[in-house]
């Protein structure tokens, strides 16, 4: 069992030709018709069920070795080899022996991957590697987990935490959202701007990460009316003016408002699950909070807002692994190489221990790499207007169900390199919000019938006074 090398030692040769060991076949189901009545009747010949489809969209955990259960899903099952025609492939870090394994060698994949300097390789007629452009060339890594993966008459979007590797769809738990699409009953689209808004992030976040424009367009061929999560991306680099709410936590702020969520008489409580941290401050935390409001500091050329007082703490709870935890795990220290917190960061007096909860998983023994922030509203007593200008389509046509909350899964991790930092520009004097890492996910709203899984128990239990935080001290 490969436990994987720390990302700090991966050249951009073993990230293109990382190998891993192959992957366990779902087992074949079994026929269990079964007639008590003696009269002759005709054979009856079983039929399989065709692939499983998740029109309406649909959050599993990845499959972990020795659970069962209706919310876990295995990577074959993701993928589902046999239909494959085309694949968009994006990930961290890459193990291409496995992904060969994993789909059709007729397939056309374009694999999108974490290295410098940024380049395009053709390595075959039908694989390309892709390494997108970074903000500069020493910070931030290239961390999106995107699959688009099309079949005869649909497509299929995944997006999660998981490295492509078998280690985080084997040993590790990882979430991600499915959604099929289906093909459009009339002829493709002419341009992005006639895109749902689901498929046109996706289709701008492509074409910054330099794909062909034929794998663009491929996202032209499909209906995404029933589209059923808000993309919340991050892109390396520095986004100004009008832009600036493009991506990061500003980005997520709008996602927010137009769910109908900013409302300041529901203040949100929140969890952020994270399996990494950087060097977390107050000012920070009161910094993403804002944004988890659905608050739009700079929006309608507004100033800036008022500073929190000093040491008040927003209602965050961030959850993160104990050392306890990863030392009673099923595969111990050597299965967190993955989990990250420097020591120095965790050491310093302005870090916020007192939000720290530690990160207990349904499945016992398993380590997290799942990322996710669960946000609560306080009950609405009132009935909300319809007449509000903060509310999506989409969620005014949900027969006027009371938003509890909403719930985003994906790659960020509670970090600044993640969501980025907000600031004003002193050359323009206009917004800027400078973002280091590459990232992806969704947000998917809350209502009291949702049925969302998560990764970790809740409420999820404070730190003991006794209790550190998982360290390790690795160069980025």
């Not at 390396?236 to 493009?246: I, K, M, N, W």
């Not at 973002?435 to 128990?457: A, C, F, K, M, Q």
């Amino acid at each position: 069992m490969s436990l994987g090398k720390p990302v700090e030692k991966l050249t951009a040769r073993e990230v293109l030709l990382g190998q891993s060991s192959s992957s366990t076949k779902r087992p074949f189901p079994s026929d269990k018709t079964s007639s008590s009545s003696n009269v002759e009747r005709p054979l009856k010949i079983p039929t399989l069920p065709g692939p499983t489809r998740y029109w309406d969209g649909v959050v599993k955990l990845t499959y972990v070795t020795g659970f069962t259960g209706p919310n876990f899903i295995r990577f074959e099952d993701i993928v589902q080899r046999n239909g494959v025609k085309k694949a968009v492939l994006t990930a961290m870090v890459v193990s291409t022996d496995w992904i060969e394994q994993q789909f059709p060698a007729s397939a056309n994949i374009c694999i999108v991957l974490h290295g410098r300097p940024a380049m395009s390789r053709q390595m075959s007629s039908n694989r390309i590697f892709i390494m997108p452009p970074m903000k500069d060339d020493k910070f931030g890594v290239f961390h999106p987990k995107l699959m688009l993966l099309v079949h005869e008459s649909s497509l299929r979007v995944v997006i999660g935490s998981a490295n492509l590797e078998p280690y985080d769809y084997k040993d590790l738990e990882n979430v991600v959202f499915i959604q099929d699409f289906p093909l459009l009953k009339t002829k493709p689209l002419d341009s992005k701007t006639q895109l749902k808004p689901f498929a046109r992030e996706i289709y701008d976040l492509l074409g910054h990460m330099q794909v062909p424009s034929s794998v663009q367009a491929e996202l032209f061929k499909y209906d995404f009316s029933r589209a059923k999560a808000h993309i919340v991306a991050s892109v390396s680099g520095v986004f100004e003016g009008d832009q600036y709410s493009r991506y990061g936590h500003a980005r997520l702020a709008k996602v927010i408002k137009e769910l109908g969520a900013a409302d300041p008489n529901r203040p949100p409580q929140v969890e952020m699950q994270t399996s990494s941290l950087g060097g977390l401050n107050v000012s920070y935390l009161n910094e993403l909070y804002r944004s988890f409001s659905g608050i739009e500091p700079y929006a309608n050329g507004s100033k800036p807002p008022r500073q929190t007082k000093s040491g008040t703490l927003p209602p965050i709870d961030v959850i993160y692994p104990t050392t306890d935890t990863v030392n009673d795990s099923r595969l111990g220290p050597p299965g967190a190489s993955t989990i990250c917190l420097n020591t120095s960061s965790w050491r310093k007096p302005t870090f916020p221990k007192q939000v720290m909860c530690d990160a207990i998983s349904h499945r016992p023994g398993t380590l997290m790499h799942s990322k996710y922030i669960v946000t609560t509203l306080k009950s609405n007593k009132t009935t909300p207007s319809s007449s509000s200008s903060s509310k999506s389509d989409d969620t005014t046509a949900t027969n006027n169900k009371e938003l509890k909350g909403w719930v985003y899964c994906g790659s960020h991790n509670a970090t600044m390199a993640a969501w980025g930092k907000l600031s004003i520009s002193k050359d323009t004097k206009k917004p800027k919000m400078a973002i280091n890492n590459w990232e992806l996910g969704v947000v998917i709203p809350l209502y009291e019938d949702s049925d969302i899984p998560v990764t970790y128990r809740r409420p999820p239990p404070r730190y003991k006074p006794s209790q550190n935080a998982w360290t390790q001290d690795m160069s980025w």
